[in-house]
């Protein structure tokens, strides 16, 4: 039987609205709920994001140009993997224009028709793949934070930085003290799981899971005893939530993302997709 999961003693609420707290049995594994205070903006993002990657496959795979697939190498199931390099644009990041630039004819003193000099667009590169964990799981992967769309930047990553910083220490605040990764999953139907696996290293000492849409059911078990099912511990995903694994969490534990059935008609997130989760992995600069 699977040991009983419970949150421990150390829920606190928090500002901007956080409830967290760690998982008994599991060193290392937090459970946050509210993360965002603006969570259909995050989902916004990340539909549009998933959008744009999907169609830019698309436009790949049928614009006439020599195919861009490769065979993954480095990746965390032990199944034969192929992606493709797609490229999407995203507005500027921080703000929307540069600061005044005198050369360029631009000034910010006040005279009528002086106007700030308007960023351009940036491109951010991808790794697409159309199948993952299996049938109906599409998964897209940015590296470096720079790589990270500004949409999901701007929303996403300020809210998990401080929830990281609040369960694992004030360092994890500072966004800019660490690379960033992520990975963004879509799932298109209930049938579909993530299997078991443990994040690549290069993803970093943290993983964190920021989960979107319909629940799941994140299970765990110790890697050194192997698989076993039911899983050693399992808990509950809902919209606006996030797992945090750190320590033995993230290296001695697999863990696996399993689809919860709802009873009636689901709310699709986008399109044909019902659940999608972002999970942002950190590694010090």
């Given at each position: 039987m699977p040991m009983s999961v419970r949150i421990g003693m150390r829920w606190a609420r928090q500002r901007r609205g956080l409830s967290a707290g760690a998982i008994d049995g599991v060193p290392g594994l937090f459970l946050c709920r509210s993360v965002v205070l603006d969570a259909d903006g995050v989902r916004a993002a990340?539909?549009?994001?998933?959008?744009?990657?999907?169609?830019?496959?698309?436009?790949d795979k049928h614009g006439g140009l020599p195919q861009r697939v490769h065979r993954s190498q480095n990746h965390n199931l032990p199944l034969e993997r192929e992606y493709q390099n797609v490229r999407i644009r995203e507005k500027a990041a921080d703000d929307?224009?540069?600061?005044?630039?005198?050369?360029?004819?631009?000034?910010?003193?006040?005279?009528?028709?002086?106007?700030?000099?308007?960023?351009?667009?940036?491109?951010?590169?991808?790794q697409y793949f159309a199948e993952y964990g299996g049938p109906g799981h599409g998964l897209a992967y940015f590296m470096t934070t720079d790589n990270i769309p500004s949409s999901i930047r701007a929303t996403l990553?300020?809210?998990?930085?401080?929830?990281?910083?609040?369960?694992?220490?004030?360092?994890?605040?500072?966004v800019d003290r660490f690379n960033w990764r992520l990975t963004l999953n879509a799932y298109k139907d209930f049938s579909t799981e993530f299997p078991y696996h443990k994040d690549i290293a290069s993803n970093g000492d943290v993983t964190?899971?920021?989960?979107?849409?319909?629940?799941?059911?994140?299970?765990?078990?110790?890697?050194?005893?192997?698989?076993?099912?039911?899983?050693?511990?399992?808990?509950e995903l809902v919209?606006?939530?996030?797992?945090?694994?750190?320590?033995?969490?993230?290296?001695?534990?697999?863990?696996?993302?399993?689809?919860?059935?709802?009873?009636?008609?689901?709310?699709?997130?986008?399109?044909?997709?019902?659940?999608?989760?972002?999970?942002?992995?950190?590694?010090?600069?």
């Open positions: 990340a539909e549009r994001v998933w959008e744009k990657v999907t169609d830019a496959a698309w436009a929307e224009y540069f600061e005044p630039d005198i050369e360029d004819g631009f000034s910010m003193t006040g005279r009528e028709g002086d106007m700030a000099k308007p960023k351009q667009p940036v491109h951010c590169a991808a990553l300020p809210a998990v930085a401080y929830a990281c910083g609040e369960l694992l220490g004030p360092e994890y605040r500072d964190c899971i920021y989960s979107i849409g319909m629940p799941s059911r994140f299970e765990l078990c110790p890697e050194a005893t192997g698989i076993a099912d039911p899983a050693a511990a399992s808990l919209d606006n939530s996030l797992a945090i694994l750190s320590g033995e969490a993230r290296w001695e534990w697999v863990h696996r993302v399993k689809p919860i059935q709802p009873a009636g008609v689901p709310r699709m997130v986008f399109g044909d997709v019902n659940r999608m989760s972002l999970v942002l992995g950190c590694t010090p600069l």
